[in-house]
């Protein structure tokens, strides 16, 4: 799973797959989920994302990770 945040457009996408998205339904306003073409939910796209989320933290709890990926220098507080 990849959360992936783009400033310049103030937009957030949760990428649950490597799939090619086929097809799109926005469900709320400025929220969008992508499909593949089995119908199974690939990413959410979350428009004007800082008005609906606290970018200044991530909290984690309870998942199975294996591996955490940190792919731009960021500040961490523990």
């Given amino acids: 799973m990849i959360f992936q945040y783009y400033p310049d457009s103030d937009?957030?996408?949760i990428k649950f797959?490597?799939?090619?998205?086929?097809?799109?339904?926005?469900?709320?306003p400025g929220?969008?989920?992508d499909f593949d073409e089995q119908n199974q939910i690939v990413g959410?796209?979350?428009e004007d994302a800082s008005k609906?989320?606290?970018l200044s933290k991530?909290?984690?709890?309870?998942l199975p990770i294996s591996?955490?990926?940190?792919t731009?220098?960021?500040p961490i507080a523990v």
């Fill in 67 to 70: 591996d955490l990926i940190i």
């Fill in 31 to 33: 929220i969008v989920l």
């Fill in 11 to 13: 937009m957030m996408y």
């Fill in 72 to 74: 731009e220098k960021i």
């Fill in 58 to 62: 991530l909290e984690i709890r309870a």
């Fill in 17 to 28: 797959s490597d799939k090619t998205s086929t097809e799109s339904e926005e469900v709320a």
């Fill in 52 to 54: 609906f989320i606290d």
């Fill in 44 to 46: 959410i796209e979350i």
